[in-house]
């Protein structure tokens, strides 16, 4: 299969292989030990009051940040978003616009934002212990099923479906960057990007093609949509879809912690929506957010793939430069007159 010429996940034992032998690569060209000294992993931002310490640690804890060393641990070196594109190259005809950044660069700034954004409400969603005001006086009714309706829960529900909206959002940004063909551009997903509109094969522009942080990227929707290999390798990312379908569309029944009068995969009421307990809804809108991180991550290196082919491509061209600028945290305040 088309499919198999890319991305094929090969003999798992060659994998180990492959990794060992990196592995001492690196350990035979670095002195891990003396880089460990001078880079202290254990010294950043703390935060300024008790709830964003709790909240950065969390986030450390639970792999969150948008920082590679979060990988390494939940040191507070790695407490931090520094993850960006990297410098991109465009002809001087490529836009009308030619003195403004490329639109992905603000595309990549906005996911960026809403992935931060749908942390933090996970955060404050799990972390929560009082009633709300907002919650105050909101008649509803007790279907006697440990049922559990609050702002924290909407919190939680809304951190999941922001983190799940992210992955189709990167699939858009794959469509762009790499000028897919595709006859309904409204209709790109994390699922289908890859493939050949109405047929189960890749598009012509990925077969052999040659980078591995788009071949994880496209693994990573295989997590989510390939039925054999959520069986296996992402077993926890079995139900994420389905759970997403009900957030959106239909009827998600949340009960206090793990109590589940049905299955995630059962059906009451003539199929009327799906159950799950609170703690699990949780995991879950966690394991969406560390896709999420992920799929940022691939994209970005992804593109930095491409944009080092173009320099090795043209090693004579001539490339000016334009400065991008970071936005200041106080130009984050919305001022109201």
């Given at each position: 299969?088309?499919?198999?010429?890319?991305?094929?996940?090969?003999?798992?034992?060659?994998?180990?292989?492959?990794?060992?032998?990196?592995?001492?690569?690196?350990?035979?060209?670095?002195?891990?030990?003396?880089?460990?000294?001078?880079?202290?992993?254990?010294?950043?931002?703390?935060?300024?009051?008790?709830?964003?310490?709790?909240?950065?640690?969390?986030?450390?804890?639970?792999?969150?940040?948008?920082?590679?060393?979060?990988?390494?641990?939940?040191?507070?070196?790695?407490?931090?978003?520094?993850?960006?594109?990297?410098?991109?190259?465009?002809?001087?005809?490529d836009r009308p616009d030619g003195h403004l950044p490329p639109p992905i660069v603000g595309f990549f700034s906005?996911?960026?934002?809403?992935?931060?954004?749908?942390?933090?409400?996970?955060?404050?969603?799990?972390?929560?212990?009082?009633?709300?005001?907002?919650?105050?006086?909101?008649?509803?009714?007790?279907?006697?099923?440990?049922?559990?309706?609050?702002?924290?829960?909407?919190?939680?529900?809304?951190?999941?479906?922001?983190?799940?909206?992210?992955?189709?959002?990167?699939?858009?940004?794959?469509?762009?960057?790499?000028?897919?063909?595709?006859?309904?551009?409204?209709?790109?997903?994390?699922?289908?990007?890859?493939?050949?509109?109405?047929?189960?094969?890749?598009?012509?522009?990925?077969?052999?093609?040659?980078?591995?942080?788009?071949?994880?990227?496209?693994?990573?929707?295989?997590?989510?949509?390939?039925?054999?290999?959520?069986?296996?390798?992402?077993?926890?990312?079995?139900?994420?879809?389905?759970?997403?379908?009900?957030?959106?569309?239909?009827?998600?029944?949340?009960?206090?912690?793990?109590?589940?009068?049905?299955?995630?995969n059962g059906t009451s009421n003539g199929s009327f929506g799906i159950a799950i307990g609170s703690d699990e809804?949780?995991?879950?809108?966690?394991?969406?957010?560390?896709?999420?991180?992920?799929?940022?991550?691939?994209?970005?290196?992804a593109i930095g793939v491409e944009e080092r082919k173009k320099r090795l491509a043209n090693p004579g061209q001539?490339?000016?430069?334009?400065?991008?600028?970071?936005?200041?945290?106080?130009?984050?305040?919305?001022?109201?007159?």
């Amino acid at each position: 299969m088309a499919e198999d010429a890319l991305f094929d996940s090969g003999d798992q034992r060659e994998a180990i292989v492959y990794f060992d032998n990196q592995a001492m690569e690196i350990a035979g060209a670095v002195n891990i030990d003396a880089v460990r000294e001078v880079q202290n992993l254990d010294l950043g931002n703390e935060g300024r009051s008790k709830t964003e310490r709790a909240y950065r640690r969390w986030c450390l804890e639970h792999r969150l940040f948008l920082c590679p060393l979060n990988d390494l641990g939940p040191h507070l070196a790695a407490a931090t978003d520094d993850l960006m594109l990297p410098p991109l190259i465009e002809g001087l005809n490529d836009r009308p616009d030619g003195h403004l950044p490329p639109p992905i660069v603000g595309f990549f700034s906005q996911m960026k934002q809403e992935y931060a954004s749908a942390r933090f409400m996970l955060f404050e969603g799990i972390s929560s212990t009082q009633v709300h005001f907002s919650d105050r006086g909101v008649a509803l009714t007790n279907t006697l099923d440990y049922p559990l309706y609050s702002l924290a829960s909407e919190r939680v529900r809304t951190a999941f479906r922001i983190a799940y909206s992210l992955l189709d959002k990167v699939a858009f940004l794959v469509f762009r960057y790499w000028n897919l063909d595709k006859k309904h551009p409204d209709r790109v997903s994390f699922k289908n990007v890859w493939m050949v509109e109405g047929k189960a094969c890749l598009l012509p522009q990925f077969e052999k093609h040659d980078n591995l942080p788009l071949r994880g990227l496209f693994w990573l929707s295989k997590e989510l949509f390939d039925d054999q290999l959520k069986q296996t390798t992402a077993a926890d990312a079995r139900e994420l879809h389905s759970i997403r379908n009900a957030l959106e569309h239909t009827y998600l029944r949340v009960s206090e912690g793990w109590t589940k009068p049905f299955m995630i995969n059962g059906t009451s009421n003539g199929s009327f929506g799906i159950a799950i307990g609170s703690d699990e809804l949780e995991a879950k809108a966690i394991r969406v957010m560390q896709m999420a991180r992920s799929a940022l991550f691939y994209v970005s290196f992804a593109i930095g793939v491409e944009e080092r082919k173009k320099r090795l491509a043209n090693p004579g061209q001539l490339i000016a430069s334009m400065p991008l600028y970071d936005l200041e945290d106080k130009r984050k305040r919305r001022d109201r007159f």
